[in-house]
């Protein structure tokens, strides 16, 4: 085979591979909007006092056995960012958005957005809420030095 027959074949294959890649992008994007749509939807404010937030692993995190059978496998073994707060008089384990985790305070009362067991939003009850600093990358720390 000569070497000009080699490169067709090889962008012959990355032309499928990126064709199938740009599909199976525009279905998934299309399935997550519905789910983001739903969650507005569905969604509800609650006051509550957040007692813990960590990132753990699905089976770890104290969720209802049905949530952890719904859950993809590969989702199992990552790790999520859970909120434990009492709500009411109960105290419960929700999921937070990886969005907002960073701004939910610890031992604090906020007002919170939530749909289902997902936390999607958070205010705080008594004055803003305070933003973390966030950590300086590797690069601009050392353009600084």
């Known amino acids: 085979m000569k070497l000009w027959m080699v490169l067709l074949i090889i962008v012959i294959i990355l032309a499928v591979v990126l064709a199938v890649l740009y599909f199976l992008g525009k279905k998934a994007q299309k399935k997550q909007e519905a789910q983001q749509a739903q969650i507005e939807a569905s969604k509800q404010t609650v006051s509550m006092l957040v007692i813990d937030k960590k990132r753990m692993p699905l089976k770890e995190a104290g969720l209802p056995q049905m949530v952890i059978d719904q859950t993809p496998k590969m989702m199992r073994r990552m790790k999520l960012p859970v909120v434990k707060a009492k709500v009411g008089p109960k105290i419960m384990t929700l999921i937070s958005d990886e969005k907002i ?19 999607v939003g958070v205010k705080g009850v008594r004055g803003a809420l305070e933003t973390p ?6 690069f601009a720390r050392l353009r600084k030095s």
């Open 101 to 119: 985790f960073e701004l939910i305070p610890v031992k604090k009362e906020v007002k919170a957005q939530v749909s289902g067991i997902y936390i």
């Open 133 to 138: 600093v966030k950590k300086k990358g590797f």
